[in-house]
Nanobody, 125 residues
Framework: VQLQASGGGLAQPGGSLRLSCVVS????????MAWFRQAPGREREFVAA????????YYSNSVQGRATCSRDNAKNTAYLQVSSLEPEDTAVYYC???????????????????WGQGTLVTVSS
């Protein structure tokens, strides 16, 4: 199983980024997907999650209203778009896949069996 996250980089405050996570080696449309992030010196935190069919998503308070989590099951790819970026969004972003039942999602890392390598997002002027 491989999860390949990409799309990170340097962004200006107030700008936006779209992260992608290409998944292989599992039945993508049977797995919920999530994004977590870890800033320097801080613990990993939940950002967003989406059900296996893409019908529902859930966001942390820190990105609620600024982020959109989506997926394309035909392309085995999940996305996270974050707008109105803030310096506090600077972190390594990880995508994760978990199987918990149809139409399920979770904000607990323990519910995700597979993890990508992370992509660094730096928000700075």
């Amino acid at each position: 199983v491989q999860l390949q996250a990409s799309g990170g980089g340097l962004a200006q405050p107030g700008g936006s980024l779209r992260l992608s996570c290409v998944v292989s080696g599992l039945t993508f449309n049977r797995h919920m997907m999530a994004w977590f992030r870890q800033a320097p010196g801080r613990e990993r935190e939940f950002v967003a999650a989406i059900t296996d069919n893409g019908g529902s998503s859930y966001y942390s308070n820190s990105v609620q209203g600024r982020a959109t989590c989506s997926r394309d099951n035909a392309k085995n790819t999940a996305y996270l778009q974050v707008s109105s970026l803030e310096p506090e969004d600077t972190a390594v972003y990880y995508c994760a896949a978990g199987r918990r039942g149809i139409y399920s999602l979770s904000y607990y890392p323990r519910d995700y069996e597979f993890w990508g390598q992370g992509t660094l997002v730096t928000v700075s002027s």
